[in-house]
């Protein structure tokens, strides 16, 4: 179902940007209108201004008018199953806290979950 999404996240680990972790993350956000776009980790000297793969994902579909989304595959180069921050679940939940998010090990390691689940209580300011 998310063969292309999966394959793209894990094309997307070339363009991070991590100098200071080698942590590289890739990300592949799926739209409701079916685009994808991509994100990866951006890292700055100053560790706290460091974006997640996710968020660049979306700030890049936000920008260009999309804001709902069905999907994101991560993918990392880790052995184990990388789940997103807490910024980016509460992120991500704003604009679609149904969507399916993927941990990617490998076109064939993968685990789905639904968002919702991963975040069931996202802050709201009503
Ligand atoms: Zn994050």
């Not at 940007?17 to 990866?40: C, E, M, Q």
């Not at 679940?89 to 064939?108: A, G």
Request: hydrophobic residues 40%.
């Amino acid at each position: 179902m998310y063969e292309k999404l999966i394959s793209e996240s894990i094309k997307a680990k070339k363009l991070s940007h991590s100098p200071y972790s080698k942590f590289r993350v890739g990300a592949a956000l799926l739209t409701k209108d079916n685009k994808i776009f991509h994100g990866a980790n951006v890292e700055c000297s100053s560790y706290s201004l460091t974006i997640c793969a996710e968020r660049v994902a979306a700030v890049k579909a936000i920008t260009e008018k999309n804001k709902k989304f069905k999907a994101v595959a991560i993918a990392t180069d880790s052995n184990d199953f990388a789940f997103p921050c807490g910024a980016c679940r509460q992120f991500l939940s704003e604009f679609s806290e149904n969507m399916d998010v993927i941990l990617v090990k490998s076109k064939t390691k993968y685990q789905i979950y639904k968002l919702q689940n991963l975040f069931p209580h996202k802050f709201k300011l009503k």
